[in-house]
């Protein structure tokens, strides 16, 4: 089993963002995220959904709780303590990861059409 706890935890702290925010944002009860936090729940057991939805809010792909690479390719994780870092440099860089994302989606899609 894989327990992502932690490093929901770690990323929760980079964004400035508790408990109570990330339930708000993912419609999920505080409960479950306590239970992912306190690791009594494994990746294995959460709904898919569920876990899109966490990963919108912490801005990561979901394969960054098992794939190392993925974490390793992750802006924030990346570009830590070049600088000072704080909440809202983390959030900005954290927006930037989704447009990359997203435009690496498009650009995919676009190759396909043509």
């Not at 929901?8 to 963002?17: A, D, K, N, P």
Request: proline share 0%.
């Amino acid at each position: 089993m894989i327990y992502i706890g932690n490093d929901v935890r770690e990323r929760m702290e980079m964004l400035g963002l508790s408990v109570a925010d990330v339930a708000d944002r993912t419609f999920l009860e505080e409960d479950a995220i306590l239970a992912i936090l306190n690791n009594e729940t494994a990746l294995e057991e959460m709904e898919e959904f569920d876990l899109s939805l966490i990963c919108g809010v912490l801005h990561c792909r979901e394969d960054f709780f098992s794939n190392s690479d993925a974490k390793e390719k992750d802006l924030l994780l990346a570009s830590m303590n070049r600088g000072i870092d704080t909440v809202d440099s983390m959030n900005v860089k954290a927006k930037i990861q989704d447009f990359m994302d997203d435009f690496a989606f498009i650009e995919g899609v676009l190759s396909e059409v043509r």
